[in-house]
């Protein structure tokens, strides 16, 4: 058995042509190609494994509207045009109806892709790529994710039949760069997650190395959690943190997990590694100057130069900062050389967290021209 095919579901009108004042595609003059899309989509069908699809409604297509000998020449030259760049479309759905006849066959119904409702289908990781709300909805009602190409130009508003705001979960990315789009497909989110759970501490942690620095972290060490959102915010990755750990006997076993199952879910995140950057930061804090170097390589090590006065920061040992770096190591399968200077110690451990977080960012960047693995072994 293979993989399952996932498929891009490609509205025409807006998406690879520009859209007209009367919506109607029926003159070679009124046709313009949609900026990047020959580039773009020649990558998207050269470079990724998707099935591609198009889908459009043409109001009234072979009635005296919309005569048929004015649809397909242009229609004919277009797909013609894409082929000749490489891009080649698996099928061509056309509905002819008008809105007010409701038809199911009409986007956003699902009547004519009654066929990718079978085993055959990823669908989950499927997307419809259009510039109307009702290619949005069609994402919804198969069960697949929006690319929402927004000219701001309204179109489809009055055929919806969910509220808009209950879209706004089903789209993925809103741009109209083709290259932007590209690179959202050719980049999927990094995530993982990780549920731990021993005799001394319940640990789940969310991570999206794509994300904006949103946090939420509860370790019930307000110092360790005030650590861990610097990581979240200067390292510009979305990260949830819940931990319950005998914090009743001590410290030790709350923050030496979170390390480990952070470290692990890292290295899930990372996945194949391709492409990413993998080297990484010094940053100054008034008084202080910390330094982290880390190598998301596969092997373990923590180089660890710094000394504290003070026996807490806050409600968190200090003797406890190596073994969190320590045991993110372990997890991630990381190299980690850490090193700090300076006289004040909270200003010290936060230069620390802060340069740590930067040389995350800088490490797990990816450079979509050069998606092959930085290593002379073959393996990270």
Known sequence: MGSKKRVLFIDRDGTIIKETVDEQIDAFEKMIFYPKSFTFLGKIAKELDYELVMITNQDGLGTDVFPEDTFWPVHNFILKSFENEGVVFDKVFLDRTFPHENAPTRKPGTGLLTEYFSDDYDLENSFV?????????????LGSKGIFINDETNLGTGEITV???????????????????????????????????????DIAIKLNLEGTGKSDIKTGLAFFDHMLDQLARHGQMDLTIKVVGDLEVDEHHTIEDTGI????????????KLGIERYGFCLPMDDCLAQSAID?????????????????????????????????????????????????????????????????????????????????????
């Open 129 to 141: 790529v259009g510039d109307r709300l009702t290619d949005m909805e069609l994402a919804k009602n």
């Open 163 to 201: 509220k808009r705001d209950e879209l706004d979960s089903h789209i993925a990315i809103e741009s109209n760069d083709w290259e932007k789009i590209y690179e959202f497909l050719k980049l999927k989110d990094r995530t993982a997650e990780i549920h731990r759970k021993t005799n001394e501490t």
């Open 261 to 272: 199952a952070l470290g692990e879910v890292f290295h899930n995140a990372l996945g194949n």
């Open 296 to 380: 998301f390589g596969g092997r373990n090590w923590l180089v660890w130069d710094a000394d504290f006065k003070r026996e807490m920061v806050g409600d968190m040992p200090t003797e406890m900062f190596y073994h969190f770096f320590k045991s993110f190591t372990d997890g991630a399968k990381a190299n980690l050389n850490i090193k700090a200077e300076g006289t004040n110690e909270h200003h010290k451990i936060e230069a620390i967290f802060k340069a740590f977080a930067k040389s995350i960012k800088m490490s797990v960047k990816r450079d979509v021209e050069k998606m092959v693995l930085p290593s002379t072994k073959g393996v990270l």
